[in-house]
């Protein structure tokens, strides 16, 4: 008998959180034991998940990364036994009243931390007849994040980061076989650019795209676009989140990415000395 394929079950989370922290903590704990009950092995929320308002909000509710937005998320990966990637929370930067730092932590399924990674590229953009202006109360962050998890090796990116490949492809040299984009992707450019993107990201790298957004108006009039979804390294959205809350699960089959990456190998086709500085 033919052993199956290597496959993992993954899942993505959509919400609208507002500024209720307590709210948003309850929905997200709700939708991963939805996720988890699907027998996914690892669940992505989205972006702010805990809390999405404005600069003066956020700079308040900002936590220790030892808090208890993510210290309940480390008890429910234990409890579940899956791994959770908690989308991004805002942390507190310890002696810096003016900013803070986007960050996302990777939790494994007996509740300790693989990876943290705080978000490099901040949104300072007009867009929709608004401006954002991420930079006046965050701070970038300068590494990348990447780990082993669920039988995945998964880069860690957030949101605005979707725009830089540069980004991805140096995630892919570490070894990355999934790609996480917790996101709060606005309604005015998301119509038109987040699926092409993260499309984009998974064709040119052959990695699975696991990308959990925000949807819906927010408590600070900001609208996000949604529609999240997994896409396969083939470039295919295999499952994708209605508008509203809700979840998406798909199975990752890995056998096949490493068919793709062996009978069409363009990553192993770069020739970085070619392309000057």
Request: charged share 25%; proline share 5%.
């Amino acid at each position: 008998m033919t052993p199956a394929a290597p496959r993992v079950r993954a899942a993505v989370v959509q919400m609208t959180s507002g500024d209720d922290v307590a709210a948003n903590r309850e929905a997200a704990e709700r939708l991963v034991r939805r996720a988890a009950g699907t027998g996914a092995a690892l669940i992505v929320l989205p972006e702010k998940w805990n809390l999405l308002h404005d600069a003066r909000r956020t700079l308040a509710a900002a936590e220790d990364l030892d808090g208890p937005t993510l210290a309940g998320i480390r008890a429910l990966a234990a409890e579940l036994g899956v791994a959770i990637h908690a989308g991004s929370v805002t942390e507190r930067i310890p002696g810096d009243r003016r900013r803070t730092f986007n960050t996302t932590v990777l939790v494994g399924p007996d509740g300790r931390d693989l990876a943290v990674y705080r978000k490099i590229h901040l949104f300072d953009v007009a867009v929709g007849g608004r401006t954002y202006r991420e930079s006046d109360f965050s701070a970038p962050g300068d590494a990348l994040g990447c780990a082993d998890v669920a039988g995945l090796r998964l880069g860690l990116t957030i949101c605005y980061d979707l725009r830089f490949p540069e980004l991805y492809r140096a995630l892919v040299d570490r070894g990355a076989t999934a790609l996480a984009v917790p996101a709060a992707f606005t309604a005015a450019t998301g119509k038109d650019h987040w699926e092409p993107l993260l499309r984009a990201r998974a064709i040119e790298n052959q990695c699975f795209v696991l990308a959990a957004g925000q949807f819906g108006e927010h408590a600070d009039g900001t609208r996000s676009h949604g529609r999240s979804m997994i896409v396969d390294p083939w470039g295919v959205v295999t499952a994708q989140v209605p508008d509203g809350e809700g979840v998406a699960c798909a199975d990752l089959d890995l056998a096949a990415q490493a068919r793709i990456r062996a009978t069409l190998p363009a990553l192993d086709h770069r020739r970085p000395g070619g392309y000057g500085s």
